[in-house]
């Protein structure tokens, strides 16, 4: 099983990457724009984490600005930020060492950048609820 999803958040282009078999999973998100590529690594759990939360912030349940989640020797943080380009969520992915990969998902306009990452998460982590013609 698995996946490929890839859509656009401005002038970002992501893609969400799903590796399962048995016992494993894991979850690649990639960030690509003009000038960059970044990514960042996550278990199942971490995946939930991160879908619960998003969901939290775009309908706005949530107020918190920072949130944390371990997973094994990896620490993840995603944090609402914002700077003069307008906000935007920062996932960051710590291991112990001292090793870190972040990716930033832009707002976007009425928070749709927010939405559609999170929609594509969902459909990603739960494949069942939608149709395979999506």
Known sequence: MG????????S?????????????FLLRIVERSKYFLRSVFMG??????LMNHIEHIVV????KQFFTFREGDIAFTLQR??????QFLLLTELKVGG?????IIPEGKGKNGWRVFGLELR????PSQYSKFD
């Open 81 to 86: 930020s914002s700077n003069s380009f307008g």
């Open 44 to 49: 199942k759990n971490a995946s939930q984490w």
């Open 12 to 24: 970002k282009f992501i893609q969400l990457v799903v590796e399962e078999g048995g016992c494993y």
């Open 99 to 103: 090793s870190r990969r972040s990716v």
């Open 60 to 63: 706005g349940a949530s107020s």
């Open 123 to 126: 459909k990603m982590l739960n």
């Open 3 to 10: 996946g490929v999803r890839s859509f656009l958040i401005e």
